[in-house]
């Protein structure tokens, strides 16, 4: 069975960072591209940032281009999301997935909540 764990939420004031995790199981994790997603309230769920399976390409979207690194470690089939410069915008649930189509079924997510 496939699964993904996301962990590393929390509360954090503009400014701040968080380090966000995801732990896969069931799968060859080298195989696959993955990603990061979220999930604003009242809004689609959006690509954040992709990295390739070996992790030599990453890709970001425009609005957290330059404060957001992702990166994975094959050996602990993990996949982390280091956010720094946080904005309130940021806020959402934070989702790890295969990329560039999701096809592992989505874990419980992680809240990131950016509040002074």
């Known amino acids: 069975q496939v699964q993904l764990v996301e962990s590393g939420g929390g509360l954090v004031q503009p400014g701040g960072s968080l380090r966000l995790s995801c732990a896969a199981s069931g799968l060859f994790f080298n195989s696959y591209s993955m990603a990061w997603y979220r999930q604003a309230p009242g809004k689609e769920r959006e690509l954040v940032a992709t990295v390739s399976s070996g992790a030599t390409v990453t890709n970001y979207a425009d609005s957290v281009k330059g404060r957001f690194t992702i990166s994975r470690d094959n050996a602990k089939n993990t996949v982390y999301l280091q956010m720094n410069s946080l904005k309130p915008e940021d806020t959402a649930v934070y989702y790890c997935?295969?990329?560039?189509?999701?096809?592992?079924?989505w874990g419980q997510g992680t809240q990131v909540t950016v509040s002074s």
């Open positions: 997935n295969a990329a560039p189509l999701p096809w592992i079924g």
